[in-house]
């Protein structure tokens, strides 16, 4: 049974932090890819940052200088920490996984439930 479990969201002012965490189950995390994505109400889910099985990591040009994606292998678990918020990244965070597992041959998609990030003065 493949489980992502995001942690970490609330409420917080602008120019605030947050650290979005997702806790992976049921798939070989060392050989999956991660990423986050966040969607905001009325509009398209969309990628924010993404890290390779590897340690690559990609960050969108949004959130670039504020945003660090990282993965603890050892925990299962990839993060998103988030500094400087801004009103505009007030969204529904997804963490995603393209997951290699024991259940099937290749990479599937798996995501979390999401987690609330809200930014408002």
């Known amino acids: 049974q493949v489980q992502l479990v995001e942690s970490g969201g609330g409420l917080v002012q602008p120019g605030g932090s947050l650290r979005l965490s997702c806790a992976a189950s049921?798939?070989?995390?060392?050989?999956?890819?991660m990423a986050w994505y966040r969607q905001a109400p009325g509009k398209k889910r969309e990628l924010v940052a993404a890290i390779s099985s590897g340690g690559g990591t990609n960050v969108v040009d949004s959130v670039k200088g504020r945003f660090t994606i990282s993965r603890d292998n050892a925990k299962s678990t990839v993060y998103l920490q988030m500094n400087s918020l801004k009103p505009e990244d007030t969204a529904l965070y997804y963490c995603k996984a393209v997951a290699l597992g024991v259940g099937w041959i290749g990479r599937k998609e798996h995501w979390g439930q999401g987690t609330q990030v809200t930014v408002s003065s």
């Open positions: 049921g798939i070989i995390f060392g050989g999956s890819d």
